[in-house]
């Protein structure tokens, strides 16, 4: 009998008309999944089958961030616009319209008790919604960037956020503060999670380690080494054993104390999303243009404790493996001594709460918010027969005890590798509209661009093409040194371009040092090298405190032709050079260019502030054009042009 795999792809499949934007696993059952993206819908999937069961439609920009409740009975939905919108999945109708937040929401989690739900945004702020009142209860603020990722503790008491400005925060709901801050990662922290059991945190950062945190001392348990890539989710064992760590095409599992990699798979998840755990098999599901893959992982096979690597030591060659007698499990306090989360509901029968959250005046919603429309909030039922079985009936009474989830098949190990489920065009649910292909190279790209691999290759001599194109063609042998000499062709040029990079980043880097950064961004932009001026560029947006009028003049022009570039990390990078110039000096210049200087007297400085005012506007006028083209374009990159859009429409204002 052929063994089985440890891990395997289990579908992949075309989720939405536009790109994918989020997705989030049902971490109750494992079975369910939902996806957000950028045709605005939020589409219902049972993990496993290609067919979407229901969509959700209603939201006016691109879905951003999506989550289950925690019986998986709701799902809330978070827009670019910064709108939260939550539907009743047995029901098919919508719940909630929320808003609030001033820019796209980049995580959500629901309160352990149910009737709470929390934000975070790209605004900085994190929110706390009543579902049932309708409103904001309270804002928490204290995140100098986006915040990525929020969760509640298993009692419900606190809410643990981490930032893109790689920051770790603790806040109390029921005093309305922060509690604390965990310092020590130094990149941005992508995910965090509380131990189901033990007062102990875990996060996982773009710096590529995970750190472990001790809730009643607040001090750091232990840290990872840093791994080949960074950290996008992470996820604890429903038994807390061990913390499962996703990353780009690799699944680590994590022990605390020591802090250390347990096991480790190779995966071609590529930049994975989410992961869960259901019937002894880990679910993993990344998203890619408009499809979404899922992998499946057998934790039959993994090592998910320190004791399982004694056991495998003590079994190896030369011992003789002796019965371990079976004891009761041991709760998770009593193996380390920390104390455990009480996650039973507090009674409600006194006419005074125990621990009352603290509030704050419902802020009046923001004009530039999406209004709440139901008219517009449709549940389209796609597949009626998997939307009975998996979301309706789930409060229903039965005499019999409820059917128990089979882990999904593994493929031999023989077994070629799996082919995607396609699904037929009959059976296709989701409308799919024409996707323009994007003159852009990705940034994430696994081959080279524009770059004929044949060219490094030896030659095949005309004489060994063969007349029968069915045969092989019989390609003389060469020598090493003619391989070696094929291959090595175009290297010196290679080095070349390489070394003249290396020469004018030294030289702009010389006279940074020397305190004159005005004159380094001139020779930069003399060098007439993109790549310097993107090197210049991302340092720059690292300090905030460097730009002046004076770089504006000069960087604008390089700004827009990198933006006109097909490389997308060139984009990124000129698009974020832009908001800083729009979020420093645009009331500037529209202030000048609106009212020149009057003829009556001298100020030689105003004149000269006019001057360069009116540079940056024509600069400016000049980019809005080329973004008004590119802002259609699909995915992040598509969404940060209509963002750099309505920020240059304020020039007109």
Same mark, same amino acid.
């Given at each position: ?22 997705? %989030? ?13 950028? @045709?605005?819908? *939020? ?33 809330? !939905?978070?827009?670019?616009?910064? +709108? ?18 001033? +820019? ?13 739900? !929390? ?16 409103? $904001? ?5 204290? &995140?100098?960037?986006?915040?990525? /990722? ?19 925060? =603790? ?14 990662? #130094? ?29 009643? #001392?607040?001090?750091? *348990? ?7 890539? %960074? ?7 429903? @038994?807390?054993? $061990? ?6 095409? !690799? ?46 992982? @057998? ?14 030591? =003590? ?41 009352? =959250?603290? #509030? ?83 940034? @994430? ?49 290679? /080095? ?116 360069? $005012?009116? *540079?940056?506007?024509? &600069? ?34």
């Amino acid at each position: 009998m052929a063994a089985t795999k440890r891990a395997w792809k289990l579908q992949e499949f075309v989720a939405h008309g536009s790109a994918v934007n989020c997705l %989030a696993l049902g971490y109750k059952s494992g079975r369910v999944m939902v996806t957000g993206g950028e @045709d605005k819908k *939020v589409n219902m999937w049972a993990v496993g089958k290609p067919n979407c069961i229901m969509s959700l439609s209603g939201h006016t920009s691109p879905v951003e961030c999506v989550r289950f409740g925690n019986a998986e009975e709701l799902v809330v !939905a978070g827009s670019q616009s910064g +709108s939260l919108k939550i539907w009743d999945l047995e029901a098919a109708k919508i719940v909630r319209t929320l808003t609030g937040h001033k +820019s796209n929401i980049r995580s959500l989690d629901f309160h352990p008790y149910g009737e709470f739900v !929390a934000s975070g945004s790209m605004d900085t702020n994190i929110k706390l919604w009543d579902v049932r009142r309708k409103g $904001c209860i309270f804002t928490y603020k204290g &995140h100098t960037d986006g915040v990525n /990722c929020i969760r509640f503790s298993p009692d419900g008491r606190w809410i643990a956020s981490a930032g893109e400005d790689s920051s770790l925060k =603790m806040w109390d709901l029921t005093a309305g503060k922060m509690i604390q801050e965990f310092k020590g990662h #130094t990149g941005p922290v992508t995910g965090v999670e509380f131990h189901p059991n033990e007062f102990l945190l875990a996060s996982g950062s773009a710096d590529r380690t995970v750190k472990f945190w001790d809730l009643e #001392t607040f001090q750091l *348990v232990s840290s990872t080494g840093a791994e080949s890539g %960074a950290i996008r989710c992470i996820f604890f064992h429903p @038994d807390g054993k $061990c913390l499962f760590g996703g990353s780009q095409d !690799a699944l680590r599992v994590f022990a605390w104390e020591p802090g250390r990699c347990l096991d480790a798979f190779s995966m071609g998840w590529g930049k994975v999303a989410d992961i869960s755990v259901a019937s002894s098999q880990l679910i993993g599901a990344s998203f890619s243009q408009t499809n979404v893959s899922v992998y499946i992982v @057998d934790l039959n096979t993994v090592t998910c404790s320190p004791s399982q690597i004694k056991r495998a030591q =003590m079994s190896g060659p030369g011992m003789v493996s002796q019965p371990v007698p079976s004891e009761p499990a041991k709760p998770p306090m009593s193996a380390s001594g920390r104390r455990t989360f009480i996650t039973e509901r507090p009674p409600t029968s006194s006419t005074k709460k125990a621990s009352e =959250m603290k #509030t704050e005046p419902e802020e009046e919603p923001s004009a530039s918010n999406e209004p709440e429309d139901d008219s517009s909030n449709v549940a389209q039922i796609e597949n009626p027969e998997d939307y009975k079985e998996v979301f309706q009936g789930r409060t229903k009474i039965e005499r019999t005890p409820p059917r128990k989830l089979e882990p999904f098949p593994a493929p031999p190990e023989d077994q070629s590798k799996a082919k995607p489920y396609k699904q037929p065009a009959r059976e296709q649910k989701v409308k799919q509209e024409p996707i323009k292909p994007a003159a852009i190279v990705p940034a @994430d790209r696994n081959k080279p661009a524009d770059l004929n691999m044949a060219e490094f290759l030896p030659k095949r001599p005309d004489s060994a093409v063969s007349a029968d194109p069915r045969r092989p063609p019989e390609v003389p042998e060469q020598s090493e040194d003619e391989v070696l000499s094929s291959v090595h062709k175009g290297h010196e040029s290679m /080095c070349a371009v390489l070394g003249n990079r290396h020469r004018n980043l030294e030289i702009v880097r010389a006279l940074w040092t020397s305190g004159d950064i005005k004159t380094s961004v001139d020779s930069a932009v003399g060098m007439k090298d993109l790549s310097v001026m993107v090197d210049l560029l991302n340092v720059l947006i690292l300090k905030h405190s460097l730009w002046t009028l004076d770089l504006c003049t000069v960087l604008l022009p390089q700004i827009h032709e990198l933006m006109a570039s097909k490389y997308e990390s060139y984009c990124h990078t000129a698009c974020n050079a832009l908001k800083i110039v729009l979020r420093s000096f645009s009331s500037i210049i529209k202030t000048n260019v609106k009212a020149p200087p009057s003829g009556h007297g001298v100020d030689i400085s105003r004149e000269e502030r006019y001057k360069k $005012c009116k *540079v940056c506007h024509g &600069h400016l006028m000049a980019i809005r054009g080329l973004v008004e083209k590119k802002q259609s374009m699909a995915g992040k990159l598509g969404s940060t042009f209509r963002e750099l859009q309505i920020m240059l429409n304020g020039l007109d204002d």
